[in-house]
């Protein structure tokens, strides 16, 4: 009969597995290394196994740790359904909530996340948000992996077994720096940007709408927006930045648009879920918040 010890030493060992190890592990669940370290040795002597290898080589499951994460799976899974199926019952909304988001979206006044989310909070205080904010690729991995429970940004790409609700557009543009050679130009023309050093972000396909009417040269990538931020600000390159988050910026004539006739397009945020999983009440409450609160 598992105690309330070792369910908590099982749900610390499938996040270490989550995140590739304990070190990575330290970081995401902050809790010190030697902590971690003895809640596993604790659990694999309670169990009788060991359940992963660990060390200088790198962290590995063993079999038996392999038997014992997909258990675990099951256990948390079947927590889940139970308390969603008690929320059902007592028509109440509570539990946890895990929302994966692109970063910086918070600018956008078109997102209605923030209200969404006070909205939940009003009805019940028993709901826990866990937000976890990455990039559009990672948000989907998390999302199959069953990391997360929702994602909401721009999924450009349709992939099985993802279920998607749209929720508002968002519009990007072209900019470049004050530093930048051309950003005192008056009158730009496109002849002005063949082989212009380019800061692409690595997830989505802006580049390819530029690339239709001139031939960049990319020579610098960012995985998240702050970072394309960094090296449009720094002159030395164009980039999509999301038109509200530039804004501040462009307001202080700190950044530029180039050729937004050409190089401004709408990208579509989106929420998504996963078919095969059975939604709880929870997340069937909040994605039905979401909708109305974006006007569906």
Known sequence: MLNEIEVKRLKLFKQVVECGGLSAAETALNINLPTISAHLAGLEKSLGMRLCDRGRKGFKLTPEGLSVLESCNRLFQSLEDFQSDISRVTQTVSGQLRVGIVDNIITDRKC?????????????????????????????????DEQIDVAIGPFHIAIPGIEEMQLYAEDISLYIGNRHPLFGKKT????????????????????????????????????N?????????????????????????LDKRLVRKVLPQYFSHRVECKAITLKKRRKTRMLQTFLDTLKANHGG
């Open 112 to 144: 209605r996340l923030s209200e969404t989310i006070a909205d939940l909070k009003a009805q019940n205080r028993r709901i826990e948000f866990i937000l976890d904010t990455q990039n559009p690729s990672e948000l989907e991995r998390l999302l199959l």
């Open 188 to 223: 730009l023309q496109k002849s002005d940007l063949l082989g212009m050093d380019y800061a692409a972000r690595g997830y989505l396909r802006e580049s390819q709408v530029g690339r239709q009417v001139v031939a960049f040269s990319t020579t610098a990538t960012a995985k």
């Open 225 to 249: 927006i702050e970072g394309l931020a960094f090296l449009v600000m720094s002159g030395a390159y164009a980039g999509y930045l999301p038109d509200h988050y530039a804004k501040q910026w």
